[in-house]
């Protein structure tokens, strides 16, 4: 039993080390913030006074009203299209007989490793020339597109597990196809559904790239876009900027802690069957 | 499929009746006609997220390859340059570097939190449901949700000459180590690699924690039994089962270090010199700031193929014998 | 994987079709032009209605943001909307900027590609309607870009709101610590109370040249100016025909800095230093000397009264040719502006206006763009500020004045000069080699 208990310890330890190792960076990133704006401050040390103030100052700095305003248009331009016709897709795909499923697969599952960095030159001009730069929608329309693969390869994981005797039963009902979908299927994937909303929801919200190239003005980007222009603008003072990057990473935060459960089971499924 | 309409002369000439073949060529059509209208209503439900998949994802990536093969300053008419652009990829070192550090950046992003994750899971596992295991999966995990570019600005912080981790070394006597760690060529890659393992190991902390709570408890009861200790152990019975988590976790660790953007933009800009470009940035700079939209476009290529080619192999290793 | 490979050959078919950009070249390049001369009254002003200038400017120059709230009070119908970047930001989404979006007066980068892309609007019908071409040709001479992206002559496509020098700050109580009371008269002299701060234990010299910024070019080009003749600098800058980087004094002024470099005399962590932090690292008495512009001399007048100094880069031999780099802080209007005129008329203003120069002085530190007689602000004689105008004037009297290197091109700042002199400072690059380096990235970029 001794070897055992020192194991333990050691593993205790351990994690506890990592654990440091993971929020120290938060711990600094909190304490730089309290500083006087304008300051370097030396590494982890407590300002001689707590200017909470900074957070204010980066609120007004950052216009972060607008820019929630902002995030929060792009988010529900993005998710609720981007679950609607995943899962359609996804049931279709999962559930259904549908022609070429196979090469339709093969098409989305191709799309699952694609680098964002891939396509974003194009993506441009291409929005350019629906006159869509610098809007909301150079964000959502794309992100919407760039998210389908991994969100319908999800929805038909989930799909392809569901008996399909409860399709045949409804069938005989005489349900209609969407019938069947919207009343039969749609009420059990509920938690599959949930999931994927948090991670669409999650990844728009640090949507940095699109944000970046497609929308100059920083008041219509996603948050992570804003925080870019930020650092850009205020890179130079630490303490704002400190403070900004906490009001910008801080919903994600609640969000996650939120929903964890649901968020952590949702991850480790999709990753596993998607 | 044309071919069954034009050959009706040497068909009627031939004696043979309606034969088999015939008859199951009909039967195949009609099957085939059958089996679109009954899959009709799935291929509708299939269309909207073909659509914008199609339009927002397909369409400019067929654009990039297009662009490859141009000249073209994104302002004026673009000029055919063939494959101008690739070979100037695989000869100008500005080019073919950023690719080499993402390669690089494997280790750090993938390897590393790999094999913290899979410690980390280990030793969580055998906390069972105890307090400080849950409170450190949610912790670890807490650096996958913030923006990249949030986790850029922390550790660039830190890893300045004023920063905490300087701080620390001081105190532990390791003065002569301090630097700037990310405006050195010798820890600039390594430092922005940090970042990315601090990120990813949650992430794979949870996938092996996952892999890990499948395994039948009485398998390690056994392994203790034969007087195997931890290593042995883990190799023999944990390692097998998690193989799944443990392929997942490594392909979307070297993806996010292939593609890496945000937090080298934060933190680097690619330097010092450009000891830390990487493809993502370098697409960047050709296309927005050189506006070399076709060499922008190639390296574009160039890394989406890159990215193909690594994680095919490894995808059909994960999968070749859990899934039958 | 028969799927893939259909999507391989259907990308392939795609790629074969029509050049991109073909479709839309025209409007771009030829809108601009005649919007000044066609304003219908004939008089250019920001008119009587409610307009909203949209401004692109760098952060941490307030001298902007000053300028259009003194404006703003005496136009009430004219609302500046504000945007701010550091430079290396600006730098790379000035083409963007000014090609999609509504920006109408914005901090120009090296403005050569931007003129010949028909991005800027060509000022030359303002000038001649505000009389700027009564200037000295001096002032204006930058801005001017032909139609091959050499800059020196051509169309105006961009203006001052002042133009700045650089040289050498120090800090009064550390230089009199090493035992220097009046600035050194030759580079001997500096090296020597370089070295001299050296053994005091002192850094001698600071230097932002981290992130995308190589602010080594600083140094290097004062020794270049030293080492040789500002004007064939000026040509190089200017991409003439034939010009050259890689000559033998300009390698002389490499080594020279590579000297300084491998002599200790600049921070260690340099590579990692951004502006900001120089500026505060010298401000706090970190170290004794600094190279930076006139731009810092009102700020450095509040935030160390007193405590700083400045002079021009000594020359080799007491008495020898003085250079000094000094270009206008440059604003330009977008081709595509919504209000042009009062971009203009706001950029006149800024010239002529006696609160406008004196803002621009007190402020934003430099000298007023401007007629050579025009009004100018009293200053207080021992203030930083006093110090670098009588510089900036001995320098015009010796046309010692440079373009900045990193203006050359472009990209040349950010892809070549940053990480090479990053590379030197690591030991990684040769004076030689940066030299080479430079030159001939220098001609692909301007196409030879």
């Known amino acids: 039993m001794n070897t055992t208990a020192r194991e333990l310890w050691t593993g205790r330890i351990l994690l506890i080390v990592v654990m440091a190792v993971t929020i120290v960076p938060f711990v600094s990133l909190f304490i730089t913030a309290l500083h006087p704006p304008g300051t370097y401050p030396p590494g982890l040390a407590l300002p001689e006074e707590f200017h909470w103030n900074n957070f204010l100052l980066a609120f007004e700095a950052a216009n972060m009203g607008a820019l929630l305003q902002s995030s929060f248009i792009i988010e529900l331009g993005v998710v609720p299209v981007a679950i609607l016709i995943a899962t359609l897709a996804g049931f279709a795909l999962g559930h259904l007989n549908v022609p070429f499923k196979r090469t339709l697969f093969i098409i989305f599952v191709l799309g699952l490793t694609l680098p964002f960095e891939g396509i974003i030159v194009p993506l441009y001009y291409q929005m350019r020339e629906y006159g869509l730069l610098n809007t909301q929608l150079a964000i959502i329309l794309p992100l919407i597109g760039l998210f389908m693969p991994f969100a319908v390869m999800w929805m038909r994981a989930h799909f392809v597990n569901m008996p399909q005797e409860l399709s045949e039963a409804a069938r005989m009902d005489g349900a209609s196809t969407w019938q069947l979908f919207w009343r039969v299927h749609v009420p059990l994937s509920r938690p599959a559904i949930a999931s994927l909303a948090i991670l669409l929801f999650l990844w728009t919200w640090n949507q940095f790239l699109l944000a970046i190239v497609l929308v100059d003005d920083p008041e219509k980007r996603t948050m992570a876009g804003a925080l870019g222009a930020f650092q850009g603008q205020w890179g130079t003072d630490i303490p704002l900027l400190c403070a900004g990057s906490l009001l910008i990473l801080t919903p994600t935060l609640i969000v996650f802690l939120v929903f964890q459960r649901q968020f952590v089971a949702a991850l480790l499924q999709g990753a596993v069957k998607g | ?324 | 994987m028969r799927s893939a490979a259909l999507g391989a050959i259907g990308l392939l078919a795609l790629a074969a079709c029509s050049p991109p950009g073909g479709d839309e070249e025209p409007e771009e390049t030829s809108a601009p032009t005649t919007s000044a001369t066609t304003s219908a009254s004939g008089e250019i002003s920001c008119g009587t209605e409610e307009v909203t200038v949209e401004a692109y400017v760098e952060t941490g120059f307030p001298v902007f943001a000053e300028l259009a709230a003194e404006f703003e009070s005496q136009h009430p119908n004219v609302t500046f909307n504000i945007r701010e970047d550091q430079f290396a930001v600006i730098t790379q989404n000035a083409p963007r900027i000014l090609a999609d979006s509504e920006t109408d007066i914005m901090r120009l980068p090296q403005m050569s590609e931007l003129a010949s892309d028909g991005l800027l609007l060509d000022l030359d019908p303002y000038a001649e309607a505000f009389g700027w071409d009564q200037w000295p040709s001096s002032q204006l001479e930058q801005m001017r870009v032909d139609d091959e992206g050499r800059r020196g002559s051509g169309p105006l496509y961009a203006m001052g709101l002042n133009y700045s020098m650089t040289g050498v700050f120090y800090n009064v109580e550390l230089a009199e610590q090493i035992g220097m009371t009046e600035p050194p008269a030759t580079l001997d002299e500096f090296d020597a109370y370089l070295q001299a701060a050296a053994d005091e234990g002192l850094t001698p010299l600071n230097q932002f040249n981290g992130g995308a910024t190589g602010g080594l070019a600083f140094p290097l080009q004062a020794l270049m100016a030293s080492y040789g003749d500002p004007s064939e600098i000026n040509s190089w800058v200017y991409q003439q025909e034939g010009a050259n980087i890689d000559t033998e004094s300009n390698l002389a002024a490499a080594q020279h800095l590579n000297g300084w470099i491998e002599s200790g005399y600049f921070a260690d962590d340099i590579n990692a230093i951004d502006y900001a932090q120089m500026m505060a690292r010298f401000i706090e008495g970190d170290s004794v000397f600094i190279f930076t512009g006139d731009w810092e001399s009102g700020n450095l007048d509040t935030q160390m009264p007193g405590n700083a100094g400045f002079f021009l880069m000594p020359p080799l031999e007491e008495g020898g040719q003085l250079g000094a780099m000094s270009a206008p802080l440059t604003y330009g209007v977008s081709a595509n502006a919504a209000n042009p005129d009062c971009a203009a008329t706001f950029l006149d203003w800024v010239a002529t206006d006696e609160t406008a120069r004196t803002i621009a002085v007190e402020i934003g530190g430099s000298h007023p763009m401007g007629p050579a007689d025009a009004f100018m602000p009293e200053l207080d004689e021992s203030s930083v500020t006093a110090q670098t105008l009588a510089a900036g004037a001995t320098v015009a009297e010796n046309n010692g004045t440079m373009d900045f290197i990193a203006n050359a091109t472009g990209s040349i700042y950010a892809q070549s000069w940053t990480p090479q002199l990053q590379n030197m400072v690591a030991g990684q690059q040769t004076p030689e080699g940066l030299l080479e380096t430079v030159q001939s990235d220098y001609l692909e970029q301007i196409g030879e």
Not at chain 2, 162 to 174: E, K, S, T
């Open chain 2, 1 to 324: 499929m044309s071919t069954s309409w034009s050959t009706t002369d040497k068909a009627t000439s031939r004696p043979s009746a309606p034969g088999p073949s015939d008859d199951l060529r009909r039967k195949r059509r009609a099957a085939k006609v059958r089996r679109l209208r009954t899959g009709l209503p799935g291929l509708l439900l299939v269309a909207p997220a073909l659509a914008f998949y199609g339009v927002f994802v397909l369409r400019p990536l067929a654009a990039t390859v297009q662009y490859s093969f141009y000249e073209w300053n994104g302002i004026s008419t673009a000029t055919w340059a063939g494959v101008d652009n690739y070979v100037r990829l695989l000869t100008d070192p500005d080019l073919l570097g950023p690719i080499l550090n993402a390669l690089q950046l494997i280790i750090y992003f993938s390897f590393v939190p790999v094999v913290f994750g899979v410690i980390a899971a280990a030793i969580i596992r055998k906390m069972g449901a105890s307090r400080l295991a849950g409170i450190s999966r949610t912790v670890l995990f807490l650096p996958q949700v913030i923006p990249l570019v949030a986790a850029g600005i922390m550790w660039t912080w830190l890893l300045a000459t004023d920063g905490a981790v300087n701080q620390v070394m001081r105190v532990i006597g390791l003065d002569g180590l301090t630097r700037a760690w990310l405006g050195d060529f010798d820890t600039a890659l390594p430092a922005v690699g940090v970042i990315g393992a601090w990120v990813n190991v949650g992430l794979c902390m949870l996938l092996m924690l996952a892999g890990m709570t499948k395994v039948d408890p009485s398998l390690y009861e056994a392994a203790r039994l034969d007087g195997a200790g931890p290593i042995r152990e883990f190799v023999s019975v944990t390692l097998p089962a998690v193989r799944q988590e443990l392929g997942v976790a490594i392909i979307i660790t070297v993806i996010s270090a292939l593609r890496s953007f945000d937090i080298i933009f934060i933190s680097t800009q690619g330097g010092p010199g450009s000891s830390t470009m990487v493809p993502g940035l370098e697409i960047y700079y050709l296309a927005f700031f050189e506006r070399e939209i076709g060499q922008a476009s190639a390296l574009a290529v160039a890394l989406t193929v890159l990215v193909l080619i690594v994680v095919l192999p490894l995808n059909r290793l994960t999968r070749s014998d859990s899934d039958s």
